[in-house]
């Protein structure tokens, strides 16, 4: 059994949370590049690109680990206000992530299943008189891709996810919430969430650097939030190894449009990866070892630094 490369690397906080997490360290740009040889993918085209069949599973965790079990009881309503306050007074500024994945991908088609992510996001303003932003889940998530040439330079697919959540999204005063458990719903919120990504890339034979423009549209059917990709990536094989890079950005209703400049770069058992947009940046190595992986990615715009890692394999 021929094994191949397992990139996993981690995601951006982005505007929507929950199973929107992203799988890679580089931002949005997983909805443009190749990555022929990944398990998950963003842009669901790339399934068409697969000639072997493999299993992958995967374990990414941020800083902060440690406090992952208790906001799970938090999320699971086990937790008292009191509690709660004590999370945020350890950590006023502070991003939490774990997850698990397994799949399998086939010839043109693959499926995942998350049995467990969560996210956390607590913010407090003011010190004198805190006001805390808290933005955390826990999700459950089942995902198939389906990609498929309908000739030699023009490839469709479609994604479809479906994830059981429960999320806890508020902003209060800690003293209103010490004072009176009653004064802020910690209760957390339950919700199914659903959504289809139909995508398209063209990849023209004659063009320079071996160009691929894609589109892809994500939309819930739950929320009615619709997002759109677009972007093009050049690839260029090196003797010294391989690069792909390109611009993308992301359009979505309120939300500022973001180009950003992406670049993968392949030498050997190790890949660097680097994402650059006006509000945020996103750095990623990541080494291979036969049938085994690892990496890390590095995250930071103005008001966040965050540290992902991750652990995978191929059989």
């Known amino acids: ?34 990555q022929k040889t990944s398990g998950t993918r963003c842009h669901p085209t790339n399934v068409a690109r697969e000639d072997l069949q493999f299993v992958f599973g995967k374990f990414l965790f941020s800083e902060g680990i440690h406090q992952a079990n208790n906001w799970r009881r938090v999320l699971e309503g086990d937790a008292t206000p009191a509690q709660i306050i004590s999370l945020i007074e350890d950590d ?35 010190p004198s008189y805190p006001y805390a932003h808290v933005d955390a889940g826990i999700a459950h998530v089942l995902a198939l891709d389906f990609g498929h040439y309908l000739n030699d330079e023009l490839s469709v697919g479609v994604k479809l996810e479906a994830a059981s959540m429960q ?27 659903i959504v289809g990504s139909p995508g398209i890339a063209f990849e023209p034979a004659d063009a320079w650097g071996d160009a691929r423009y894609s589109v892809l549209w994500k939309q819930s059917y ?18 010294v190894g391989t690069l792909e890079w390109g611009l993308g950005t992301k359009f979505q209703e309120s939300v500022a449009v973001r180009p950003q400049i992406f670049t993968y770069y ?50």
């Open 1 to 34: 059994m021929k094994i191949w490369l397992l990139i996993f690397s981690f995601f951006i906080f982005a505007q929507a949370r929950g199973f929107e997490l992203r799988e890679h360290a580089m931002g949005d740009t997983c909805y443009f590049i190749r």
């Open 92 to 126: 006023r500024e502070s991003y939490i992530a774990n997850e698990t994945e397994i799949g399998y991908v086939g010839n043109s088609w693959a499926i995942s299943f998350k049995p467990y992510e969560l996210w956390v996001e607590t913010r407090v303003q003011n």
């Open 167 to 193: 999320t806890l999204k508020r902003s209060f005063f800690v003293a209103d919430l010490a004072i009176d458990p009653n004064a802020v719903n910690t209760d957390p919120d339950q919700k199914t969430h």
């Open 222 to 239: 739950i929320d009615s939030d619709g997002v759109l990709y677009a972007g093009v990536s050049y690839l260029h094989e090196f003797t």
């Open 266 to 315: 392949q030498i050997g058992m190790t890949t660097i990866t680097t994402s650059i947009s006006p509000r945020e940046q996103t750095y990623g190595a990541f080494l291979k070892l036969k049938g085994f992986d690892t990496g890390l990615s590095y995250y930071f715009t103005d008001n966040d630094r965050v540290l992902f890692f991750q652990f995978g394999f191929t059989l």
